[in-house]
């Protein structure tokens, strides 16, 4: 497990004036991205209060050196997947490296000041190139409620305790926050047709959830063992799984969802690394007492005590008529990341263990991380009761699914006595009005 150590000091501050108290990046968390100025190529950088320091001016200034500068230049590609592939001991030379060089006193300083962009002066990517998406489906909470809307009598099927349920999700269409899309036009069959139809999605959805960048990744054929699955996770993300609901309940029998999830994947850009969120590892807390015990190549003692995360999720509505009037985003959900029945870990070792290879820059989503009760759910689904109970907004409007203009925002906050809190950054977009359909 990552160790706490001089980076995460309560008392280190930044020259980065507006750094010292930031909401997402203290110098404590020190997220790596991959951003642009204008029409300039891609370039990697950390995130330091408002502000991006540029990797790749660090590298042309010799203000790195040793296994820091050769991390910094597996950045240099305008992706982040070499520097991912180099796993954990360059990435925390990294972040040592330049903890040191944002922290007050730095005989660098003025030079580094110089090599420092306003962050709201440029754009932020998908900071890797994603091979492959996959979804799981983790979230306890969210798994007992959507069961209980189709199976009240036995909502979690026999095989969710025992295997860490995922579908492969399509990565073309992750894209990062800022970026609108369209809701999707798809098949629908209304309740009571007993045909389908084709046209926009009726029942537009959103989930929270929390984004995992693998690191190494393993060869075809080989497993990672659980115990060494935490050296293949690279970093995390916030990640909304946008779904349209209406569709999925038409297609998704026998093989699972398709169209209902590939029109969109909206992730915030930063990847805030395991180092960064060291102060906020729990153990494992979600199973229940009775539960059945998972098989070996699931199970890892150290895995258990530390291998969870306790960070706090939100998630934020802002409709056309609340932006209109100037009022605040309206918080949906708050949950947290606590509430995944199985960790990062078992999900790495789970994927790899038919010898299926994960490679540096894939992209897992946890599954929608709702918590126990109603303010704490992670998609409208839960939240409307499948759409049957609308809910109020404080505006006077309601919604059962999202419509038009609307905008989903969702926040992550790591919060630990004794630690400088730490965000991820935003994750949001707006749906934009469905393409006419082809006739
Ligand atoms: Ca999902």
Redesign the pocket.
């Known amino acids: 497990m990552t160790n706490i150590d001089a980076t995460h000091h309560i008392t280190l501050q930044s020259w980065v004036a507006d750094a010292n108290g930031h909401a997402e990046f203290p110098i404590q968390n020190l997220p790596l991205g991959i951003f642009s100025r204008g029409a300039d190529e891609r370039r990697a950088g950390v995130a330091i209060g408002d502000h991006i320091l540029d990797l790749g001016a660090c590298v042309a200034h010799g203000l790195l050196g040793g296994a820091a500068l050769a991390a910094a230049r597996a950045a240099s590609s305008g992706t982040l997947n070499d520097l991912l592939a180099l796993g954990a001991g360059p990435r925390r030379a990294l972040r040592v490296a330049l903890s040191a060089i944002l922290a007050n006193g730095h005989r660098a300083q003025d030079l580094a000041a110089s090599l420092l962009h306003e962050a709201a002066r440029c754009t932020l990517h998908v900071p890797a190139a994603i091979g492959d998406y996959t979804?799981?489906?983790a979230g306890i909470h969210h798994a007992l409620a959507v069961g209980k809307l189709f199976r009240p009598d036995a909502p979690l099927l026999p095989n969710y305790k025992h295997v860490p349920i995922g579908y492969h999700g399509r990565a073309s269409s992750v894209r990062a926050s800022g970026v609108a899309f369209h809701r999707p036009n798809g098949q629908r069959k209304p309740a009571g047709s007993t045909v389908p139809d084709f046209g926009p999605c009726r029942n537009l959805d959103f989930?929270l959830?929390l984004g995992i960048w693998i690191g190494p990744g393993n060869t075809p054929g080989t497993a990672i063992p659980v115990g060494e699955a935490a050296g293949h996770v690279a970093g995390f993300c916030l990640l909304n799984?946008w779904?349209a609901r209406d569709v999925q309940a038409w297609e998704y029998q026998p093989l699972g969802?398709f169209l209902a999830?590939s029109f969109a994947t909206t992730i915030s850009p930063w990847i805030v690394t395991p180092e960064a969120l060291a102060p906020f590892r729990v153990a494992q807390a979600a199973r229940s007492e009775g539960d059945p015990q998972p098989l070996p190549y699931l199970w890892d003692a150290a895995d258990q005590h530390a291998g969870a995360l306790d960070v706090d999720l939100e998630a934020y509505l802002l409709t056309p008529a609340m932006r209109a009037a100037g009022q605040a985003p309206f918080r949906l959900a708050l949950s947290n990341t606590r509430y995944a029945y199985w960790t990062v870990a078992q999900m790495v070792a789970h994927h790899s263990s038919n010898g299926c290879d994960l490679r540096p820059g894939d992209l897992f989503?946890s599954?929608?991380l709702s918590g126990p009760a109603m303010d704490g759910c992670g998609s409208l689904l839960e939240l409307t009761e499948g759409g049957r109970t609308p809910i109020a907004l404080p505006n006077g409007g309601s919604r059962r699914f999202l419509e038009d203009g609307d905008e989903i925002i969702f926040q992550a906050h790591g919060t630990a006595a004794g630690a400088v809190p730490i965000g991820f950054g935003a994750c949001r977009a707006v749906v934009l009005p469905a393409p006419s359909p082809l006739s």
Do not use: I, V
Request: without cysteine.
């Open positions: 979804d799981f489906y989930e959830e799984d779904s969802p999830k989503g599954g929608t």
